[in-house]
């Protein structure tokens, strides 16, 4: 059914992977006097829904009206030039979202941060910044939505759409990592998904001339190279799907540097009659990753 109760991935993940020790006590974002001065409500996109379409149609994206809407939306946050909105952690300005004023949150309010169902549309760091944007007419079920990277440079904010009609079952299904590499920051955006559990990511970098986001073609698929790496979720015992006992989920940075290697996987149908996943490590060549295996 359409608008079945989302599953969230990252439930889902905790509940098979790990139970948190309860001595562990997580720091909250505050809503500081200087932070909620300093905030800004996001912009939403609007446009009228056409009606020769179902909100599913992939068409739906290519609508004058849509385009039309998505430029003016993208010029309005070109006006995010505020230094002191570019200094507050984006933890604490999306506490303000969150909370209305200045103050810490409330115990309802962390709660659902912890549970993971308050949709988070700001990430990022000094620089760089990812905004998530509802689409009010693609997908609504699905929490359809478009992604703007921001780029501060010299005063100046430059803004690159880096993600159009994205949707997914799960909640909080965007993520937003960067990696220092030869002088440059190379940028991931990750999505997910629960059918099939799954996650897709993205990579750019800054053009120095444009100041804007283009695809950082670092994988080698074929005789191609693409800025797209997509990999099954590892839910359950990694023995029990045919992988090695210390297998681990795709990923390629870590604190903020590329990992020299990577894996990912691949659903398929053992004679078993039971679901087992291929494994592929992606090994780093100086220039790009390419399949070791």
């Known amino acids: 059914m359409r608008h079945l109760k989302k599953i969230s991935l990252l439930l889902v993940l905790l509940g098979l992977s790990s139970v948190p020790c309860p001595a562990q006590k997580r720091r909250f974002p505050v809503c500081s006097p200087p932070t909620f001065a300093a905030f800004r409500r996001l912009p939403e ?38 230094a002191a909105w570019w200094q507050a952690t984006v933890e604490d300005l999306n506490a303000c979202e969150m909370h209305g004023e200045a103050g810490a949150l409330e115990a309802e309010e962390q709660a659902s941060l912890t549970r993971g ?20 007419c693609y997908q609504t079920g699905y929490d359809g939505s478009v992604a703007f990277l921001l780029y501060r440079e010299g005063g100046r904010v430059f803004v690159t759409r880096v993600l159009d009609g ?9 993520g937003f990592d960067f990696a220092n590499f030869n002088g440059q920051q190379i940028i991931e955006v990750s999505t997910s998904n629960s059918m099939p559990p799954s996650v897709k990511n993205y990579y750019f970098v800054i053009d120095p001339k444009s100041h804007r986001a283009v ?21 359950g015992e990694p023995t029990e799907l045919g992988l090695p006992r210390n297998a681990q989920d795709m990923q390629l940075i870590r604190r903020h540097r590329l990992l020299p290697s990577f894996s990912t996987y691949t659903e398929v149908f053992a004679g078993d009659g039971r679901d087992k996943l ?16």
Do not use: H
Request: glycine share 2%; hydrophobic share 35%; aromatic share 10%.
């Open 166 to 174: 994205n949707y997914s079952r799960v909640d909080n299904s965007v």
């Open 215 to 235: 695809p950082e073609k670092i994988f080698k698929a074929g005789r191609t190279l693409t800025n797209q790496i997509s990999s099954a979720i590892i839910l």
């Open 117 to 136: 169902d308050y949709a988070i549309s700001l990430f990022g760091n000094q620089s760089l910044r990812l905004i998530m944007v509802t689409d009010p």
């Open 45 to 82: 996109l609007s446009y009228l829904c056409p009606q020769r379409f179902d909100e599913s149609d992939e068409e739906i994206l290519k609508v004058p009206e849509r385009i039309a809407a998505l430029n003016k939306l993208a010029d309005e946050l070109e006006s995010f030039t505020d």
């Open 278 to 293: 291929k494994r592929t490590v992606y090994r780093w060549n100086g220039r790009f990753y390419s399949r070791a295996n």
